[in-house]
């Protein structure tokens, strides 16, 4: 998975306004504080649905209260939508497409207690056991 893969599902050049290059520059951006519209990429390229995005971004009526002002989100929600995104990618590398990543971080999973994968993307710790899971899947391990 590339920062550039992961800066482009953000919405690359019409979000950032120039090229990510690198893992440091998407940092910057995401302390700066994202676009909302990096929140509709995401919605229209089917990576999240608008429910999951106010259940693990931010809450429907902030997201709008941002958008009327013109406000970015915050580096908080810039980086919650950065770790979503990240492993939507890193399931669907892991996977090999889209629509099977999308059912697998979908339903429910025994290595993750039962739990959704998508449920743990709400923070850092369960983005990490979700990254887990998908490198043994990678190296054939069932999970």
């Known amino acids: 998975m590339t920062t550039q893969g992961v800066a482009e599902k953000l919405g690359g050049r019409k979000v950032f306004k120039k090229p990510v290059r690198s893992e440091l520059e998407l940092a910057e951006a995401i302390r700066r504080g994202l676009p909302t519209r990096a929140v509709d990429e995401v919605v229209e390229a089917g990576l999240l649905e608008p429910a999951e995005v106010y259940e693990l971004v931010l809450p429907r009526r902030t997201l709008a209260h941002r958008r009327e002002r013109g406000q970015p989100l915050t580096p908080e929600q810039s980086d919650r939508l950065a770790r979503v995104v990240r492993v939507t990618t890193r399931a669907e590398e892991a996977l090999g497409e ?4 999308a059912r697998w971080l979908r339903k429910p999973n025994r290595a993750l207690g039962g739990r959704r994968p998508i449920e743990l993307l709400e923070n850092d ?10 490198t043994r899947i990678e190296y054939g391990v069932h999970s």
């Open 98 to 101: 889209r629509a099977k990543a």
């Open 125 to 134: 710790m369960g983005a990490r056991m979700v990254e887990r899971v998908l």
